[in-house]
């Protein structure tokens, strides 16, 4: 063997060193990976930990809900109030006005001429006088009467007329038949 023959043997086994290096150093990194990743998974919570975490969370989403109804509730409890408030303002005030009328149906005079002094007669066709308003607060007895003729088949508007008693009466009191 040559000069040339030893050199290439050389050379050749210098390659595979450096070539064998280089794979350990590959093989070495990759094993130090794997082990970090594995030790990810070694650090992962335990599900019972886990559990009482979603149920923390759980616990918070219920109390902001909690929170958030509670508010709805209070603002649509105010408006309730505030609406009472002023159906019995309205309420009053119809009651008032209900009174006026009444004094003033019964005051021909007054309801016959007009603020200055003029005669008018009365309002209603034909001059007939104007009609007693009706009365106001509803019997058991009446009550009876109405259910009495509802059961018969009448209508409520029948009932109305032959009672001489505002439709409006009538219905409320069906509806609110026991």
């Known amino acids: ?25 590959r093989i070495a990194k990759q094993r130090q990976e794997t082990a970090s990743r594995s030790s990810y998974k070694v650090a992962e919570k335990p599900p019972s ?3 009482q975490e979603d149920a ?10 909690a929170r958030d109804l509670q508010g709805e509730l209070e603002s649509k409890a ?3 109030q505030i609406l009472v408030a002023q ?14 009328f ?5 005051l ?8 200055l002094g003029e005669d008018v007669g009365f309002p209603f066709a034909g001059g007939s006088p104007r009609p007693s308003p009706p009365e106001r607060s509803t019997t058991p007895e009446r009550a009876e009467e109405v259910y009495r003729r509802a059961d018969a088949g009448e209508s409520a508007a029948a009932i109305a007329d032959s ?4 439709l409006a009466d009538v219905e409320l009191l069906l509806s609110l038949r026991p």
């Open 108 to 115: 021909p005079s007054a309801a016959a001429s007009d603020p």
């Open 163 to 166: 009672l001489a008693r505002p």
């Open 78 to 80: 105010r408006v309730l």
């Open 87 to 100: 159906a019995r303002t309205e309420a009053e005030r119809l009651e008032r006005l209900l009174e006026e």
């Open 1 to 25: 063997m040559g000069d040339g023959s030893l050199l290439f043997a050389l050379a050749m086994a210098a390659a595979c060193f450096f070539l064998m290096r280089r794979a350990a150093r």
């Open 49 to 51: 930990i886990r559990l």
């Open 102 to 106: 009444d004094v003033a149906a019964n």
């Open 56 to 65: 923390a969370r759980c616990q918070v989403a219920l109390y902001d809900l």
